[in-house]
């Protein structure tokens, strides 16, 4: 059965089959389909001309925004994000994830809100390329490991990064139970009067 263009799901139904029979004259025939998407990872691809629509995330057919990558990742896994400039804002939720760009003149992040929570200990490491401030004020990242047990911890890794602000907002803004590491990156121009700064870190380990 041909399932190109279904959504990812569960279905089923009836086949209705009639005849001449006078005394069988109706069979039901219970049929079931599952679409399930064919590529599993554990690297998760994305570019400026994929498709959230008709990727599956593979190298061949790769997602066009890096919510769909997250949305689609198992723990642990990596989102492989191609050259070009992507502004999808960014939700991370409890998840153990790597996101690779080319280079930091080549990957570029330029949007809203990059939101990075979790409940219990994880790992995000961002390598290999750039966040550019959108022309906003608001903060370019938020960080929060909520409802944390006290072991727990959430690390960010910023690992060759490279982040301008432009001079009108801070990079990150976090609260509990988060360990920063920083190798091989430069911050730069986050110089603004009303809400600047590389870190704003409140109940934070910081290393």
Not at 134 to 163: R, W
């Amino acid at each position: 059965m041909n399932a190109v263009g279904v959504e990812i799901g569960d279905y089923s139904d009836l086949i209705v089959i009639t005849s001449n029979d006078p005394t069988n004259s109706t069979f039901n025939i219970p049929v079931s389909m599952s679409v399930q998407n064919a590529y599993s990872g554990p690297v998760w691809y994305i570019s400026t001309e994929g498709s959230d629509d008709e990727g599956d995330g593979s190298i061949s057919n790769p997602f066009a925004t890096i919510q769909q990558g997250i949305n689609q990742a198992s723990q642990s896994d990596t989102i492989s994000i191609g050259s070009g400039l992507f502004t999808d804002e960014i939700n991370i939720q409890s998840k153990s994830l790597t996101f690779s760009g080319v280079d930091t003149s080549s990957t570029i992040i330029s949007t809203n809100l990059i939101l990075v929570e979790s409940t219990n200990t994880n790992l995000v490491e961002f390598s290999n390329l750039k966040f550019l401030s959108n022309g906003t004020t608001q903060t370019m990242l938020g960080v929060d490991c909520f409802e944390c047990p006290a072991e727990d911890t959430l690390e960010l890794i910023f690992n060759a990064t490279s982040v301008d602000g432009r001079n009108d907002k801070r990079f990150l803004n976090g609260r509990r139970n988060v360990l920063i590491r920083v190798e091989n990156s430069d911050f730069r121009n986050l110089n603004s009067t009303s809400d600047g700064g590389v870190f704003e870190l409140t109940g934070f380990d910081r290393n």
